[in-house]
T-cell receptor, first 110, second 118 residues
Framework: GQQVMQIPQYQHVQEGEDFTTYCNSS?????IQWYKQRPGGHPVFLIQ?????EVKKQKRLTFQFGEAKKNSSLHITATQTTDVGTYFC??????????FGGGTRLMVKP | EAGVAQSPRYKIIEKRQSVAFWCNPI?????LYWYQQILGQGPKLLIQ????????DSQLPKDRFSAERLKGVDSTLKIQPAKLEDSAVYLC????????????????FGPGTRLTVL
């Protein structure tokens, strides 16, 4: 079945440093979604990418969808303590059910 | 707009006991999902409802898990009997559209129920 992998699993950064998480799917995706889960919280939708090579920005966050629509990345510029949490990518399988990656847990030292 | 409601928020039971979780999706959301999130992992889809019908339950361990959404609104997820490996957070999510992974169909998650099986 479809697999969605994320690296790294954990990332410690100093506040102000940049952060990137990578997402790879075993199958071509029609779209990819990104979610953020704060410690003790529930996943919250960030964005959806649909087009091949698409790049979207939300303030300090930049999301990219690969040309082959099998990979994606999330880059945070100048991290802040409010960025702490786990970032998940998720893509639909053949039945249009979302498969989540394992997530990248971001920890920011003030 | 009220969000997805879930109860209880926490539950501790012993193995072989039964437990039930309740979810009330956002008003008007036709599609409802139950996910299992084991500590340190991403959410794993268990079942999808469209109104009161099951769309996909292929990943639901049907020997012990059951779910229903009788009137197309609230839903319950039951585990009977529970095993140690069922310890996880059970998340309910809803979307307004028909298809979860379709464009612009972001999922709205509830706060989850944290289950501990001793």
């Amino acid at each position: 079945g479809q697999q969605v992998m994320q690296i790294p699993q954990y990332q410690h950064v100093q506040e102000g440093e940049d952060f990137t998480t990578y997402c790879n799917s075993s199958t071509t995706l029609s779209n990819i979604q990104w979610y953020k889960q704060r410690p003790g919280g529930h996943p919250v939708f960030l964005i959806q990418l649909v087009k091949s090579g698409e790049v979207k920005k939300q303030k300090r966050l930049t999301f990219q969808f690969g040309e082959a629509k099998k990979n994606s990345s999330l880059h945070i510029t100048a991290t802040q303590t409010t960025d702490v949490g786990t970032y998940f990518c998720a893509g639909p399988n053949a039945g249009n059910m979302l498969t989540f990656g394992g997530g990248t847990r971001l920890m920011v030292k003030p | 707009e009220a969000g997805v409601a879930q109860s209880p928020r926490y539950k501790i039971i012993e193995k072989r006991q039964s437990v039930a979780f309740w979810c009330n999706p956002i008003s008007g959301h036709a599609t409802l999902y139950w996910y299992q999130q084991i500590l340190g992992q991403g959410p794993k889809l268990l079942i999808q409802f469209q109104n009161n019908g099951v769309v996909d339950d292929s990943q639901l361990p049907k020997d012990r898990f059951s779910a229903e959404r009788l009137k197309g609104v609230d839903s319950t997820l039951k585990i009977q009997p529970a095993k140690l490996e069922d310890s996880a957070v059970y998340l309910c999510a809803s979307v307004p559209g028909r298809l979860a992974g379709g464009p612009y169909n972001e999922q709205f998650f509830g706060p989850g129920t944290r289950l501990t099986v001793l």
